[in-house]
């Protein structure tokens, strides 16, 4: 007697999104069964992953993650060329960092400038996201909507405190709209529910539900990305079935197993080898859980995670 595969039946399915202009625009979401189940669902699109670059040179990245981008990382547009020629990005994520009150105060304006000149460098989707200062995002992100206007980026990240401003920008200059909540599914689903009250569109949302590494709280961000995806997929709630993104590499980078040296902790093993495995092991458990588009930072982590989707689809 053969062996046949017990199969879940969903009545929900992920809502879909692309994003990026003609032949380079990549999409997302649209499954109707958990990650990887093909056999109980359809999954129309593979989890994309976006390279992050930032709008200054990273003085807070760990040497083993700055290093393969010395050569580029002084200047935003040389970097983001090399992301999409060198390293076969399929998007880009633009970090507006330089904007934080704490890390230059650059201008809305600036950033703007920022925005349209790495749009004009590269031919792949991009990703424009703020420095997380609730405030100055407000008024950031609203520049640089308005400068990526007609380009059908993803911009972000609306927050309680902010969205208002920033889902007005996106229906202005339709753009998609990543939400971000503080790890709770309450908290979710509330944001998801104001933004879509606004008039913005469901199928044009992503949720981010926040991203913890490996150690430092990622069996609570599993279990909130897989409770948002049971919801969308099993109860049938579409305020759940946006795709989800998981921020990787910010959260990843800054672990003490990312930066402790090997003088100091020799039983961890080589420093590098160490990073790139805790930003590979959270990624794979992110798509685990459920994210359909990541956020990362080192080229042999993304190699390793290209490689992870490819067999697991």
Request: glycine share 8%; charged share 20%.
């Amino acid at each position: 007697m053969s062996f046949v595969a017990p199969k879940e039946t969903y009545n929900g399915k992920v809502l879909g999104l692309d994003f990026g202009k003609g032949d380079k625009a990549v999409a997302i979401g649209g499954e109707s069964s958990l990650p990887f189940l093909s056999f109980e669902g359809t999954i129309p699109n593979k989890p994309v992953i976006a390279y992050e670059i930032q709008d200054i040179a990273p003085d807070d990245w760990p040497e083993s993650v700055k290093e393969p981008y010395k050569d580029v990382s002084n200047d935003p547009v040389t970097w983001a060329r090399h992301c999409q020629d060198k390293l076969n990005a399929k998007a880009i994520a633009l970090r507006l960092v330089s904007t934080h009150p704490d890390r230059g105060d650059r201008s809305a304006a600036d950033a703007a400038k920022t925005v349209k000149d790495v749009l004009a460098a590269i031919n792949v989707p991009l990703i424009i996201l703020g420095s997380n200062h609730i405030e100055k995002d407000a008024s950031v992100i609203v520049a640089a909507a308005e400068a990526a206007s007609g380009y059908n980026c993803v911009i972000g990240k609306a927050q309680e405190g902010n969205y208002k401003t920033i889902v007005a920008a996106a229906l202005a200059h339709n753009h998609k709209l990543i939400a971000m909540s503080e790890l709770d599914i309450n908290l979710a689903k509330q944001l998801n529910i104001l933004i879509t009250q606004m008039g913005f569109d469901k199928s044009r949302l992503i949720t981010d539900p926040m991203c913890s590494a490996l150690g430092y709280g990622l069996e609570y961000t599993y279990s909130v990305m897989e409770r948002i995806r049971l919801a969308g997929l099993m109860q049938n709630d579409a305020t759940m079935q946006p795709p989800i993104v998981g921020d990787v590499g910010i959260n990843v980078w800054k672990t003490k197993e990312t930066s402790a040296s090997e003088t100091d902790v020799p039983g961890w093993g080589r420093l590098e080898e160490r990073g790139i495995a805790w930003e590979t092991v959270t990624s794979t458990s992110m798509l685990m859980a459920g994210t359909n588009l990541l956020i990362m930072r080192h080229p042999k982590a993304v190699e390793t995670i290209e490689k992870v989707i490819g067999e697991l689809s």
